[in-house]
């Protein structure tokens, strides 16, 4: 069963505003990480934030993670279209073994228009 | 060059032929992971490898087996395709104490 959805499934902006997505969990847990995959490709690992921190930047990206609302969110601001692809929250959960599997969402289509 | 490598790119077989994936790795990760994905599922893990001679269930691992002899490597096998497998595969790799996980550039499995 899916432990994160996104939220929204598609967004289109165009090049030069920011693109705000939204990532629910379940249960309980250690770090959330988003990623992107751009069309045909592999997943490429963009930021994680541990469950003790509040929020994250890097570079033009900022996550927030609220774990009173199992939720997180990610910004990208001054989008290009390069910045155009599938983005992904994973979670990681449990202790051992079981924090080595990231359970991933759905995910979120981000068309970014030149 | 280094990185994370999948074989083959594509693949077309039949319901109830064995196919093999294969997925190589050249950072010696400890971990190695399969996932598959679906429209409408994202990625859903379906086995694991802490170390060489390592593995565990994922989510989806009903009709697959995998193996690791050595820690590049790490193969998944369908042992008798469903049409239902039609996906594509992704192999993943991460160290034992970092969290990023590194993705390959998956195997597009297509069953008739």
């Known amino acids: 069963s899916q432990q994160g959805e996104e939220d929204p499934q598609a967004l289109s902006i165009q090049e030069g505003e920011n693109a705000t997505m939204n990532c629910s969990y379940k249960?309980?847990?250690?770090?959330l990480q988003w990623y992107r995959q751009n069309s045909g490709r592999g997943l490429v690992h963009l930021i994680l934030?541990?469950?003790?921190?509040r929020e994250k930047h890097s570079g033009r990206l900022r996550v927030t993670l609220d774990t009173s609302k199992k939720s997180s969110s990610l910004l990208i601001t001054a989008s290009r279209a390069a910045d155009t692809a599938s983005y992904f929250c994973a979670t990681a959960s449990g202790s051992g073994g079981a924090t080595n599997k990231l359970i991933f969402g759905t995910g979120t289509l981000l068309a970014v228009q030149p | 060059d280094a990185g994370i490598t999948q074989s083959p790119r594509y693949k077309i077989t039949e319901t109830g032929r064995q196919v093999t994936l294969m997925c190589h790795q050249t950072w010696s990760h400890s971990y190695m992971f399969w996932y598959r994905q679906d429209l409408g599922h994202g990625l859903r893990l379906i086995y694991y490898?802490?170390?060489?001679?390592?593995?565990d269930k994922g989510e989806v691992p009903d009709g697959y087996v995998v193996s690791r002899s050595k820690t590049e490597n790490f193969p998944l096998t369908l042992e008798s395709a469903t049409r239902s497998q039609t996906s594509v595969y992704f192999c993943a790799s991460r160290t034992g104490v970092g969290n990023e996980q590194f993705f390959g550039p998956g195997t597009r499995l297509t069953v008739l």
């Open positions: 249960t309980s847990i250690n770090n």
């Open positions: 490898s802490a170390a060489a001679d390592i593995t």
């Open positions: 934030i541990r469950s003790n921190e």
